[in-house]
């Protein structure tokens, strides 16, 4: 069973369209993340949740809309797509606490054309 | 702003030899730790080390950390080629990853 899975695992789209990217984890995690990493492989969070709570926006543009129904998901949903928005995003979780350890899901490969 | 980097970008060494990488970061810190990614997938948990502790080893790893410098080391002994991969530190809890890694490849 995938800890954190993540679909779709590749994404082509068009420049102004509107996406989604589900993440789901199955290991009991209060906190999850979406991290975008660029070309230059350089990993930035963009979004944290705990517990369906909001805690981390690292200035992310409106365009980026995270979404938790629950513990176990967090989606990503991207209205009108850009160029700079191709990348990998990445959806990890941890339990809560100081010294916990984060799992990633394998990624999404955006590319906006 | 970025909080912290990792140093060499790029590393190439030979099968057996040490590879040894640093990261900064600027703010105190509760733990810190090291990541692997392998092309094309996540990233995967190596080591913790808390901000109360120097050193600390995992089978052919050892990390080092100076909170009085803001730095940690991570040495990988007796590399083989399936070390080849990219190398993140992130620190604390909401996590937070710093740089664009450092690249190791380990060659035959």
């Known amino acids: 069973d995938t800890a954190v899975s993540q679909t779709p695992k590749y994404l082509v789209t068009q420049m102004g369209n509107d996406k989604s990217i589900k993440c789901e984890q199955n290991l009991g995690h209060d906190t999850m993340y979406w991290y975008k990493q660029d070309s230059k492989k350089f990993l930035k969070i963009m979004f944290s949740y705990n517990n369906k709570e909001l805690i981390i926006n690292e200035t992310v543009p409106n365009r980026f809309s995270p979404k938790s129904p629950d513990k176990a998901h967090l989606n990503l949903h991207i209205n009108s797509l850009e160029l700079g928005d191709s990348a990998v995003y990445f959806c990890?979780?941890?339990?809560?606490?100081?010294?916990?350890?984060?799992?990633f899901g394998q990624g999404t490969r955006l590319t906006v054309v | 702003s970025q909080q912290g980097e990792e140093d060499p970008q790029a590393l190439s060494i030979q099968e057996g030899e040490n590879a040894t990488m640093n990261c900064s970061y600027k703010t105190s810190i509760n733990n810190l730790q090291w990541y692997r990614q392998n092309s094309g997938r996540g990233l995967v948990h190596l080591i913790l080390i808390r901000s109360n502790e120097r050193e600390k080893h995992s089978g052919r790893l050892r990390v080092t950390l100076d909170t009085s410098k803001k730095s940690s080391s991570l040495l990988i002994t007796a590399s083989r080629a399936a070390d080849t991969a990219s190398y993140f530190c992130a620190t604390d809890h909401p996590l937070k990853v710093f740089g664009a890694g450092t690249t190791v490849t380990v060659r035959a």
């Open positions: 990890a979780s941890s339990p809560s606490g100081l010294y916990t350890e984060a799992f």
